[in-house]
């Protein structure tokens, strides 16, 4: 799916899929390594993540409730197969110094949002 008109396609139709989900860094501190699957939702200038898809609704309907985020903002997204033992993985690292690991079985489905996160990193760092 490479030319323009995918690209078009892609933004289209993400908006929001589970995912698994571990933050292994905070600030440059290790963390514990827990996966959890997570409603993850590409918004103009980070990534969002929600217990699930209702979760995202509810969030959203409130006001003052802010939903748990990375900011993309000189963000730097890689495939990682040093980090772990699953398939599928890609690593986003954070301007703050913050590491989380994001994974599906499905390569076209993870592969969507790496493509996703990576052009609008890339769309931030041109201003
Ligand atoms: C971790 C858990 C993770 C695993 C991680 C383990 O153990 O099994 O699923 O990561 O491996 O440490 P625990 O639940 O006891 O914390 P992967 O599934 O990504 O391999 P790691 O320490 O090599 O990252």
């Keep these: ?3 323009g008109a995918g690209v078009i396609e ?3 139709e993400l908006k929001g899929e589970y995912l698994n989900k571990a933050k292994i860094l905070e600030s440059g501190k290790k963390l514990r390594k827990n996966w959890a699957s997570t409603w993850v939702v590409l918004d103009t200038d980070q990534l969002l993540f929600y217990k699930d898809s209702k979760q995202e609704v509810v969030t959203n309907l409130k006001t003052g409730c802010k939903a748990d985020g990375v900011d993309l903002c ?4 890689e ?3 040093q980090k772990s033992s699953r398939k599928n993985v890609f690593q986003i690292t954070t301007n703050s110094g913050s590491e989380y690991l994001l994974q599906a079985d499905s390569y076209s489905t993870i592969c ?3 493509n996703a996160i ?3 990193v890339n769309s931030l760092s041109k201003g």
């Design 1 to 3: 799916n490479v030319g």
């Design 10 to 12: 892609i933004s289209v």
């Design 74 to 77: 000189g963000a730097v997204i």
């Design 79 to 81: 495939w990682t197969t």
């Design 112 to 114: 969507k949002w790496y």
């Design 118 to 120: 990576k052009k609008t």
